[in-house]
Nanobody, 126 residues
Framework: VQLQASGGGLVQAGGSLRLSCAAS????????VGWFRQVPGKEREFVAA????????NYADSVKGRFTISRDNAKNTAYLQMNTLKPEDTAVYYC????????????????????WGQGTLVTVSS
């Protein structure tokens, strides 16, 4: 499976961005999808995840109420709508896909994912 993340950029605090994660190479609807982010010198941090059918989602506390994960299996694409952005949201954002069983705790662990995209940089200025 190949994942292509896009949509990052520079935005002012309080603004919005929508990230996309386009998948190819395997039936996208059979995969759970997660978004993670990373800043230099820190570990990759869980942001949000969505089950293969789209019926369940999970969010990090730091983004709950501001970010929304969604997916369109017909387009083989997942999204991360990010609103009310803060400078501390600045990071490289990665999408990842998982073949396993949906579990809210398991989906927060980067090492549980099978496929990764290349990352897209989000910079939030104050």
């Amino acid at each position: 499976v190949q994942l292509q993340a896009s949509g990052g950029g520079l935005v002012q605090a309080g603004g919005s961005l929508r990230l996309s994660c386009a998948a190819s190479g395997r039936t996208f609807s059979s995969l759970n999808v997660g978004w993670f982010r990373q800043v230099p010198g820190k570990e990759r941090e869980f942001v949000a995840a969505i089950v293969r059918g789209g019926g369940y989602t999970n969010y990090a506390d730091s983004v709950k109420g501001r970010f929304t994960i969604s997916r369109d299996n017909a387009k083989n694409t997942a999204y991360l709508q990010m609103n009310t952005l803060k400078p501390e949201d600045t990071a490289v954002y990665y999408c990842a896909a998982d073949q396993g069983v949906w579990n809210v705790v398991r989906m927060t662990k980067p090492n549980k994912y099978d496929y990764w995209g290349q990352g897209t940089l989000v910079t939030v200025s104050s």
